[in-house]
Structure formats: C-alpha cells, structure tokens
C-alpha cells in the first residue's frame, strides 16, 4: 500500500500534523510504502518525520497565504503566486501521477489540503482523504474581489473525495463528505541532547519558549532584558544576522540545529507566540502555557482562539504588547472554560486512513 501526502506548503504546521500522522503508519503498518509530497525544506521535513523511510517528494501542492511576516498575510503577493502555480500545476500532476503509477501499488492520496490533490487523486484513480480545521475557500472568501473565484474552485475540490477528517479549532468545511472527528494531532517529543537537557534543568529562572513560526519574527532583543527572572528559549533564525544580535543575551538560548520546538515544551513553563494549530496541539497536549499574539487577517485564528479559550491556560496580547515587552509573564494565565483535550489525533487518522487502505486491497 502506498500513502501519498500533498501537504500544504504554507507553513510549517501542515507538515508538523502530517509529520504526526505519518509516524503513527509507520509505526502500525512497516510494510506500507509512505511518501511526503511538500515544498518544505527536505532538511526541516526529515527533522519532523525522524524516519528515514518515509520518502519525500519536493512538490509545491498549494500556496495558502503568501505571509507579510509572521503575523501578516500579503494577498496581491498571494494572487501573484496562485497564478504562477496554476501555469505549473498540469505539468506537476502529470509528472507525480506517472511516478505513483510506475510504483505498481494499490494508492491513497491524504489532501492537507491543497485543492490540488483532487487532481492527483482523479489522474490516478485513487481515493482521496482531506485531512484539516480549515480549507483555503474559508480562508479566501474574506478578501473578496479575485479570491472569490479562488474560494470557489478549492470548494469544488474539497467536495471531492471519500472522508474528511476533521481537526480541532475547525471552520464549517461544509464540503458534503463523510466525516471523523480527530482528537489533538501532534507528535511526541523527542529526548534532548544530554548536555541541552542538563543547562536546562539547572536553570533557575523560570523557562520560556518564544516562537512564531518558520518566518519568525525580529523582536528588539534588548526586550528580554525587561524579564530577568525568567530565561528564554528560541529556534535559531535563518538569518544569521538575527542570530549574532541574540546570541548575546544572558537569558536567551537559541535551541541548536535539529531540535524542534516541541522537543523543549516539557522544560519550559510558558509559550509565547502567534496562532497557529500545531503549536497550540502540541501545547495544549503537554499543558504549556501559551501567550498569544493576535492576529485578524486570517479566518482560522478566530477558530483557534475560541479553542484556546475553551481548552487551554493563556493569556492574549497586542502586537504592541509584543513589541514593547509587555508580555505578562508576571500575571496567571486564564484557566480555560472546558476540560483539557485529548491527543490522540495522529493515531486515530492513522487508523482511519489503515482502515480505508485495506478495504482497497481486499
């Protein structure tokens, strides 16, 4: 059996989901032959699926929302991209439809959720499978004037396939298919270096993790220094300019190459960041703290907030909260309104996506 993933290539929480799912195959069906189609980085996708023998196709499925920066979408960039992938699109299917054909195995095509993936599924006959809490017509549909005919073509997409399984802090995705119900998708984390782990365990400051992303956010360092109880963790920024200026600070560690965030969310008491799904699953599944930075231009992040309230200890702030240091680390976080949920996300997908495969090679 062959799995085929057209992940979103608009951020890294896409991949970090898929990433969790694909784990969850590898680790109940060995046999099955698993593929990971993204334009992620191979670098950053082998870090999240710590397998070597889930196979990785670079493909760009989808842009989603072309980002200002981390906490801003450009739409007349997002227009431009769309067309430019469209004149693609052809070419790519065509080209991974011989390939997985060419495999000789039965096929399953997983959407998250690049519209697409009904192409590649319709090209090689197969059953498709849309995996998400939103879709990019709930995303468009808001800028209105060209991204009306862009909401309405992904919904056409969207209303094709065999099931939907359907995350947490979703939109309506009224898409008039067979649904399941997931739990928090995410996947576990990871031992850290003995020497890492050891820094941070004789720590005696409280430990925060800040983060917004594979675009990141250039904050004033010296906005650390108005938090001296506390020390601060951060993902190491692409740009090594970024990295001279931080590298400095007393109260600062940059995490070294080839760990995740999610591999220091059990040291860390807090996390400040944007709104974003994977971060908040894999948070609100170790009880993390999160303080979170608002955002209004994207329809997701009213789901995500509701979600957040009702399901996780946080606080919200500005962006000029953000900028100016006021991060209220000193004040208790907002106890949520409803239970905890649970985290079994990726292996119920797992499971779903197994049962679905097998029924194809019977």
């Not at 100016?324 to 949920?341: I, T, Y």
Request: glycine share 8%; hydrophobic share 45%.
């Amino acid at each position: 059996m062959l799995i085929y993933v057209c992940s979103s290539s608009h951020g890294f929480g896409h991949a970090a989901r898929d990433a969790a799912v694909l784990q969850q195959l590898r680790r109940l069906r060995p046999d099955w032959r698993l593929v990971m189609s993204s334009q992620v980085s191979p670098g950053f996708l082998s870090l999240l699926l710590g397998d070597e023998h889930i196979e990785q196709r670079p493909c760009r499925w989808d842009v989603g929302m072309v980002q200002a920066d981390a906490l801003g979408s450009d739409p007349s960039a997002t227009l431009i991209a769309l067309a430019e992938l469209d004149a693609r699109l052809p070419q790519q299917v065509q080209a991974e439809a011989s390939w997985i054909r060419e495999q000789g195995r039965p096929v399953l095509i997983l959407g998250d959720i690049p519209p697409a993936a009904a192409q590649l599924a319709e090209a090689v006959d197969a059953p498709l499978v849309w995996m998400s809490n939103f879709g990019w017509d709930e995303i468009y549909r808001p800028f209105g004037g060209a991204f009306e005919l862009m909401a309405e073509r992904a919904l056409e997409s969207y209303r094709c396939g065999q099931l939907l399984l359907r995350c947490p802090f979703d939109l309506a995705m009224d898409w008039g298919l067979p649904e399941q119900r997931l739990d928090l998708v995410c996947s576990s984390p990871r031992p850290l270096p003995i020497v890492l782990q050891q820094t941070l365990e004789a720590l005696d400051q409280l430990i925060i993790q800040v983060g917004f992303g594979g675009m990141g956010l250039d904050l004033d360092p010296q906005l650390f220094a108005h938090w001296p109880d506390h020390h601060f963790l951060m993902a190491c920024p692409p740009d090594p300019n970024t990295s001279a200026r931080l590298a400095g600070i007393a109260n600062l560690t940059l995490l070294p190459d080839g760990i995740r965030p999610l591999d220091a969310f059990p040291f860390c008491e807090r996390h400040i960041g944007k709104p974003g799904f994977s971060t908040f699953s894999e948070a609100l599944s170790l009880e993390l703290g999160l303080h979170v930075v608002e955002r209004r231009d994207f329809a997701e992040v009213s789901a995500l907030m509701q979600g957040l309230i009702r399901h996780g200890h946080h606080r919200l702030l500005s962006r000029d909260q953000l900028t100016s240091g006021d991060w209220q680390l000193d004040r208790p976080l907002v106890p949520p309104e409803a239970e905890p949920l649970a985290a079994d996300g990726a292996l119920q997908a797992a499971e779903q996506l197994i049962q679905l495969g097998e029924s194809l090679c019977n």
